[in-house]
């Protein structure tokens, strides 16, 4: 089974470009979860989903940051414009639903992005 | 690949032993816990959960022990292998409302020497 898919995987840009991170989460799967990842902060949560519907976005560092989801099997994670502390490794991760509503965290690959 | 945390505490084993790291959480409110392992340029993957209704979980060479008088998390694993070698993380999350994201830890680099 395809695990939870991430693109790019890699992504130089400069300065106030616009970034855009695309996750596909596992089929079936309910709960969508945006992560950034610095050797400074650890593991971030910026954003998660439950049934595409935001639930929790108190993560997001500011107004350059938004994501969406506008179904299922799909998310972005969008940085405009970019500056260099952005540069990290996002990871995208999603849940299956569960009665007691938490559960393991499948993750995917990341996509690490570096702003000159 | 990755560094994921030019400071992490680093453990250090010989094949074969067997290796335990620990983790403080700091939420009260914590339920439910996780441990993950990340490779160099991978994403985390899951090793075992625990319930604060349990103290101990054990899975295949990995052991959980959850301490919740001193907010204490620990994973032991046994006979340590070169690909256990890995950075790994504690997660924890406390029942709020609806559903819930898991809080990391900050790391432990486990480096193994054959």
């Known amino acids: 089974d395809a695990g939870v898919i991430q693109s790019p995987r890699h992504e130089v840009t400069e300065m106030g470009q616009e970034v855009t991170l695309r996750c596909k989460p596992i089929s079936g799967h309910n709960s969508l979860f945006w992560y950034r990842q610095t050797m400074m902060r650890g593991l971030e949560l910026l954003i998660y989903f439950n049934n595409n519907v935001p639930i929790d976005d108190s993560g997001m560092p500011e107004d350059r940051f938004s994501a969406k989801m506008p179904n299922a099997s799909f998310s972005t994670l969008k940085i405009q414009p970019s500056e260099p502390r952005d540069s990290a490794v996002y990871f995208c991760?999603?849940?299956?639903?569960?009665?007691?509503?938490?559960?393991?965290?499948?993750f995917g690959e990341g996509s690490r992005l570096t702003v000159l | 690949g990755e560094s994921v945390g030019l400071h992490l505490p680093t453990l250090s084993v010989q094949e074969g032993d067997n290796s335990i790291i620990n983790c403080a959480y700091s939420n009260s409110a914590s339920d439910y816990f996780i441990w993950y392992k990340q490779e160099s340029g991978k994403g985390p993957q899951f090793i075992i959960d625990i319930r604060s209704n349990m103290d101990k979980r054990q899975g295949q060479r990995v052991t959980v022990l959850l301490n919740k008088t001193v907010k204490h998390l620990s994973l032991q694993i046994a006979a340590t292998q070169p690909g256990d070698s890995a950075v790994y993380f504690c997660a924890e999350t406390p029942r709020i409302q609806g559903r819930r994201a898991l809080t990391f830890g900050s790391g432990t680099r486990l480096q193994v020497q054959p």
């Open positions: 991760a999603s849940t299956p639903p569960t009665l007691a509503g938490i559960g393991e965290l499948f």
